[in-house]
């Protein structure tokens, strides 16, 4: 029943690998959102694809690459972690600018 | 750099005292969005307010926007152990793409019985 679910719920990884956080939402949104909560709790917007074109790119690094095989699904996947990129990571879900529904996020550690 | 600035940061209180919540910013919001988020949990959103000096009310909470559409609060009247939780301010610039939200940096509700 869950809206918007992210796998995997923890990610624990040492510097230098590469990992993917896949997220799907059965709302029916035609919008997908990738946002960074950081230790104090901020949360910031990476990405968002609109049926499957990205439509916000903030300033992210390249290392960070997002991929929306189809409207239910937007995929982040990291190159190269480093010590910095340790935070939660959120997908969320909209139908057009209807309020956003969020995914129960990533815990991702970089070793 | 946070165009949001919430206040304050922490907030412990007894059940049944009441509480306030701002969130300021010197930047104009077409939309702002109230969100409570628990540990391990995404934010939910509580309330949109869209209109200059719009009130509305969800039970014990009253939530306000300011006439400039600058500022907002978030007030609980007679507050619970489960009103216990972070509150987030996000809001939608008048120049950003819709679902672009800036959000604040959050108030830890502590509510103990």
């Known amino acids: 029943d869950t809206a918007v679910s992210q796998t995997p719920k923890y990610l624990v990884t040492q510097m230098g690998n590469d990992k993917s956080i896949k997220c799907e939402q059965n709302?029916?949104?035609?919008?997908m959102y990738w946002y960074k909560q950081d230790s104090k709790k901020f949360l910031k917007i990476m990405f968002s694809y609109n049926n499957k074109e990205l439509i916000i790119n903030e300033t992210v690094p390249n290392r960070f690459s997002p991929k929306s095989p189809d409207k239910a699904h937007l995929n982040l996947h990291i190159n190269s972690l480093e010590l910095g990129d340790s935070a939660v990571y959120f997908c969320a879900s909209s139908l057009g600018d209807s309020p956003l529904h969020f995914g129960n996020g990533t815990r991702l550690t970089v070793t | 750099t946070q165009l949001l600035e919430q206040s304050p940061q922490f907030l412990s209180i007894q059940e049944g005292e009441n509480l306030t919540v701002y969130c300021n910013s010197s930047s104009v919001f077409s939309s702002l969005q109230w969100y409570r988020q628990e540990p391990g949990e995404g934010p939910v959103l509580l309330v949109t307010?869209?209109?200059?000096?719009e009130v509305k009310k969800l039970k014990r909470l009253t939530f306000q926007f300011g006439d400039a559409r600058k500022d907002s609060s978030l007030h609980i009247t007679a507050a619970q152990p489960g009103d216990t939780g972070l509150y987030l301010c996000a809001g939608e610039m008048t120049t950003d793409s819709w679902g672009k939200l800036q959000f604040g940096a959050g108030t830890q509700v502590v509510v103990t019985p």
């Open positions: 709302l029916g949104h035609d919008t």
């Open positions: 307010v869209v209109t200059g000096g």
